[in-house]
C-alpha cells in the first residue's frame, strides 16, 4: 500500500505512514495540513486547517529559483504534498550541490542546508571531492539532536565541480547527476538504494528487487548514525556539447529514465526555463515530494 | 432589516508553550433607526408580566405593582401580544394573551385591580405558567418581566431550577425586586439563565417608571434567537465564554453543542441598534514559534422558522512568537473586561466577608473594587460603592468600612456590581 501523502510503500494495515507520519486513509487531492496532515478539503480559504485550526505559514525555502547565467540556473520547490522543502539547492560559479533531507529525520530542512552549504564551501576551497563530502557529513553530525539519535538530522547529497572539459561528481543516497548530449545521454551517477545493493551482491535479480517495498530505500546518506560514510567519486569528461542536470528523487520518480528525461528538456537554450520546466512536470504529476533540478549547459 | 457586524480585539502573539487564548468579540446591530417600528417581524412579539401577589406583598408594595402595571398595558403598542399571571404558591393568568387592542387592554385592567395578595412565592409555578403562554407563539419576540418582593420558598428550590431550564430559549425574562426582602443572588440566577436584567426597585413608586423601561426596551427588539456559535480546534477547550457588556453575564454553562468542536451560546433578542461585548478563553495545543492557529471562529447565528442563517463572522487567531515585545502586551480591550469582571467578583467577596463579619477582608476586598472602578472610569460602580465604604483615596483602594449602611444601599451594590463600563474607543 502506497502513502497517499509521500508515495512510501507500507504494509497493507498499517494506519500511519512510518516515512512522514501522514494518516494513509487521508485524501491526497492536495496539499495537507503540516501538523494533523487532515486532507485539502480540511484546508479553508485563508490557509486554516478546519480540524486543527493551524494555518502553513509560508516560508522562504519553499520555491527557490537561482540563476547564475542563461547557462546555469535550478530550481527547488516544495512540491504539491509536503508541508515544507527539505530539498536544498546550492549554485556558484562552478558548482552545484543538490540535497535531499530525509523527511523522517528531525530537521530535515536544517540537515540538506548545513550539507549543501559546507560541501560548496569546500569545493570552493579547492578541497577534493571526498573532503567536501566529509565536511559536508561533520556539519550535519554538528546539527543538535533534538530526539533520540535513531532519526537524527540526515540529508542526501549530490555535489559537482564543473571544469571546463570534465566535472568531479560525489553523492551519497539517491539523489542524481544526469549528463545529456546528442547519442551520449546517461546517468552518471549510481543510486545508493537497497535495489541496486542487492542486484549488485547478486542477492537478488533487478525485477524482483524492485518488486519489494524497500526498494528505493537509500543505503548511504549523511547523517549521525552515517559516520563511516564512504561517498561515491567521479570525473566525467564532457563528450561534446550537452548539459548536466542534478536532481532529487522528486523529479526523476516521474521520469525513470533517461530518455523520459531528455524528452522533456529537449536541447536546452536556457537554463532555468528548462529547470522550471522539469519541476513543473514533476508537480503536474502530483508532486508528492520535494523536487530540485539544476542545469549547467556547456556551449 | 437588522444588520450585524462581529469584530475582534486581542493580541493573538503568545510566547512559546502558551495555550491560553483571550479575545473580546464586540457585535454590534444597526439597520433599524431608533424609535421607527422594527421592520422584520413576521412571528410577532410577545410581552408577558408575572406579579407576586403573595401574602407579603399586601398594602403598599401590591398597590405600587397594580399601578406600574396599569401604566405599562396603557402603553403596549397594539400589534403586541401581552398576558398577565399573578404568582404566590400557585399561578393564575388572570389576562390570557391577545394583541393589546383597547378592548383586551380593558379586560386586563380591570382584572389587574381586583388582585389580592394571598400565600406563599412558589417561583417555578410562575416561570411554568409563562412558558406555556410563551409556546403559543414560537417565532415571536418572546419577552417576560417578573416582579417579586420575597424569597423563594425552600420546597421550590429543585423544581425552581428545573423549570428555569425549561424555559431556556423559550422566552426572555427581566427580573425585578422590589423592597429589601429577596434575594440578590437567586433572583439574578433566574435573569441570568433567562438572558434578562436583574435590579432592585426600593422604593415602590420607583416601579412604574421602571416596569416602562423595561417595556421600552422589550418592544425595541427587532431579531430574536439570536445565538454565538464558537468554532475551536480538535483538542481546544473553551475555558469560559461571557457576555462582558453591557453587564457581566456567564454563559459559559449555557452552551449547547451542535457538532463535536463546536459550542452554541443563546444571546437572545436583538434591537436594531445595539452593541455587546463578549470575552472568550480558548486553552489550545501550543505550536511552535513562527506557528499561526486559527483558534476559534465566532458565528452569529439567527434561527427563523427553524432556519439557521449567519450573520456575522470573526476569527480568534494565535500565533507563537519568541518576541517578548509582542507576546507580553495586553490588549486593552481585553485588559479592561478583565478588569470588569474582577470588579465584580471583588464587591461580591467583599459584600460577603462584610455580611460575615470578616472586616479586614471585606476592607481589602471592596478597597481594591473601588481602586478598579476609579482606573476603568466605572462611575456608575464607585456610586454604589461610595454608599458602602468611606474612601480615603480612590487611586489606591484606600477605605474604610461604612457603619450604619443601609440593607437597600448594599442590595443595589450587590444587584449592579455586575454592570459594566463599556470601553472607550481608543
Known amino acids: 500500500m502506497l502513502c497517499p501523502a509521500c508515495t512510501a510503500d507500507m504494509p497493507e494495515d498499517d494506519i500511519y505512514c512510518e516515512d512522514c507520519g501522514a494518516p494513509m486513509t487521508l485524501d491526497a487531492a492536495g496539499p495537507l495540513c503540516p501538523k494533523c496532515h487532515a486532507g485539502a478539503e480540511e484546508i479553508d480559504s485563508d490557509g486554516y486547517c478546519s480540524s486543527c485550526g493551524f494555518r502553513r505559514v509560508p516560508h522562504e525555502r519553499d520555491h527557490i529559483e537561482i540563476e547564475l547565467s542563461p547557462n546555469m540556473a535550478g530550481v527547488s520547490d516544495r512540491g504539491r504534498k509536503h508541508s515544507s522543502n527539505d530539498d536544498y539547492l546550492v549554485m556558484r560559479d562552478g558548482i552545484i550541490v543538490v540535497c535531499d533531507g530525509v523527511s523522517s529525520s528531525q530537521d530535515a530542512m536544517l540537515a540538506s542546508k548545513a550539507a549543501g552549504d559546507a560541501a560548496a564551501d569546500s569545493i570552493a576551497a579547492g578541497k577534493s571531492m571526498q573532503d567536501a563530502i566529509a565536511d559536508a557529513l561533520a556539519a550535519v553530525v554538528a546539527l543538535p539532536v533534538a530526539r533520540s539519535d535513531a532519526d537524527a538530522p540526515s540529508t542526501t547529497i549530490v555535489a559537482a565541480r564543473i571544469g571546463a572539459d570534465s566535472a568531479e561528481i560525489a553523492w551519497a543516497g539517491d539523489s542524481r547527476a544526469y549528463w545529456f548530449g546528442p547519442g551520449t545521454s546517461q546517468q552518471l551517477t549510481r543510486d545508493d538504494s537497497w535495489l541496486n545493493e542487492v542486484v549488485s551482491r547478486g542477492v537478488m535479480d533487478e525485477a524482483s528487487a524492485l518488486a519489494s517495498r524497500n526498494a528505493h530505500a537509500v543505503t548511504k546518506w549523511l547523517g549521525r548514525d552515517a559516520a563511516d560514510l564512504e561517498p561515491s567519486v567521479l570525473r566525467f569528461e564532457y563528450p561534446g556539447d550537452g548539459f548536466l542536470l542534478l536532481c532529487t528523487d522528486g523529479l526523476w520518480n516521474y521520469a525513470q529514465t533517461v530518455s523520459d528525461l531528455e524528452g522533456l528538456t529537449g536541447e536546452p537554450c536556457d537554463a532555468l526555463i528548462t529547470a522550471r520546466t522539469l519541476v513543473e512536470f514533476a508537480n503536474a504529476g502530483g508532486g508528492v515530494d520535494n523536487i530540485t533540478a539544476a542545469i549547467w549547459i556547456r556551449k | 432589516m437588522t444588520t450585524f457586524r462581529a469584530e475582534v480585539f486581542q493580541n493573538q502573539y503568545l510566547p512559546q508553550g502558551a495555550r491560553e487564548v483571550h479575545a473580546i468579540v464586540?457585535?454590534?446591530?444597526?439597520?433599524?433607526?431608533?424609535?421607527?417600528?422594527?421592520?422584520?417581524?413576521?412571528?410577532?412579539k410577545m410581552f408577558g408580566i408575572l406579579c407576586d401577589v403573595s401574602g407579603s406583598m399586601e398594602g403598599e408594595k401590591l398597590q405600587a405593582a397594580k399601578d406600574a402595571m396599569l401604566k405599562v398595558i396603557e402603553l403596549i403598542p397594539p400589534d403586541v401580544h401581552f398576558f398577565v399571571i399573578a404568582g404566590a404558591t400557585g399561578s393564575t393568568v388572570i389576562v390570557p394573551p391577545a394583541p393589546a387592542i383597547p378592548d383586551h387592554k380593558t379586560q386586563a385592567v380591570r382584572a389587574v385591580k381586583q388582585l389580592r395578595a394571598d400565600g406563599a412565592t412558589m417561583i417555578s409555578t410562575w416561570l411554568q405558567k409563562a412558558l406555556e403562554q410563551f409556546q403559543m407563539m414560537p417565532g415571536a419576540v418572546r419577552?417576560?418581566?417578573?416582579?417579586?418582593?420575597?424569597?423563594?420558598?425552600?420546597?421550590?428550590?429543585?423544581?425552581?431550577?428545573?423549570?428555569?431550564?425549561?424555559?431556556?430559549?423559550i422566552f426572555q425574562c427581566d427580573c425585578r425586586g422590589v423592597g429589601t426582602d429577596w434575594d440578590v443572588q437567586q433572583l439574578k440566577a433566574i435573569g441570568n439563565s433567562l438572558l434578562g436584567t436583574t435590579d432592585i426597585i426600593a422604593r415602590p413608586a420607583d416601579m412604574a417608571s421602571d416596569f416602562q423601561a423595561v417595556l421600552a426596551s422589550a418592544v425595541g427588539k427587532s431579531v430574536?434567537?439570536?445565538?454565538?456559535?464558537?468554532?475551536?480546534?480538535?483538542?481546544?477547550?473553551?475555558?469560559?465564554?461571557k457576555q462582558v457588556s453591557p453587564a457581566l453575564v456567564d454563559l459559559t454553562g449555557m452552551a449547547s453543542s451542535p457538532n463535536p468542536r463546536t459550542l452554541q451560546y443563546p444571546t437572545?433578542?436583538?434591537?436594531?441598534?445595539?452593541?455587546?461585548?463578549?470575552?472568550?478563553?480558548?486553552?489550545?495545543?501550543?505550536?511552535?514559534?513562527?506557528d499561526e492557529m486559527l483558534a476559534g471562529r465566532a458565528t452569529l447565528v439567527m434561527t427563523q422558522n427553524s432556519v439557521e442563517t449567519k450573520i456575522a463572522e470573526a476569527r480568534i487567531l494565535a500565533v507563537w512568537t519568541d518576541d517578548e515585545a509582542k507576546s507580553t502586551r495586553i490588549e486593552r480591550h481585553v485588559a479592561h473586561y478583565t478588569g470588569q469582571a474582577d470588579l465584580a467578583e471583588s464587591i461580591q467577596a467583599g459584600l460577603e466577608a462584610k455580611s460575615k463579619g470578616r472586616e479586614d477582608e471585606a476592607t481589602a476586598l471592596l478597597g481594591k473594587a473601588v481602586r478598579i472602578a476609579h482606573e476603568s472610569g466605572n462611575e456608575a460602580t464607585a456610586k454604589l460603592l461610595?454608599?458602602?465604604?468611606?474612601i480615603d483615596d480612590a487611586a489606591t483602594g484606600t477605605v474604610r468600612l461604612k457603619r450604619n449602611v443601609t440593607k437597600e444601599d448594599a442590595m443595589a451594590l450587590e444587584t449592579r456590581s455586575t454592570k459594566t463600563k463599556r470601553i472607550q474607543k481608543a
Do not use: M
Not at chain 2, 27 to 41: C, D, I, Q, R
Not at chain 2, 144 to 167: E, K, M, S, V, Y
Open chain 2, 26 to 44: 464586540t457585535v454590534a446591530s444597526e439597520g433599524a433607526a431608533v424609535g421607527s417600528p422594527p421592520s422584520f417581524l413576521p412571528g410577532g
Open chain 2, 143 to 169: 419577552q417576560a418581566l417578573l416582579l417579586t418582593d420575597g424569597q423563594n420558598d425552600r420546597t421550590d428550590a429543585g423544581p425552581l431550577a428545573a423549570t428555569i431550564a425549561h424555559c431556556q430559549g
Open chain 2, 224 to 241: 430574536s434567537d439570536i445565538a454565538i456559535r464558537l468554532w475551536t480546534p480538535a483538542g481546544a477547550k473553551v475555558l469560559f465564554c
Open chain 2, 268 to 290: 437572545g433578542a436583538w434591537s436594531g441598534n445595539e452593541s455587546r461585548d463578549y470575552h472568550f478563553a480558548i486553552e489550545v495545543n501550543p505550536g511552535g514559534v513562527g
Open chain 2, 386 to 390: 461610595r454608599a458602602v465604604v468611606d
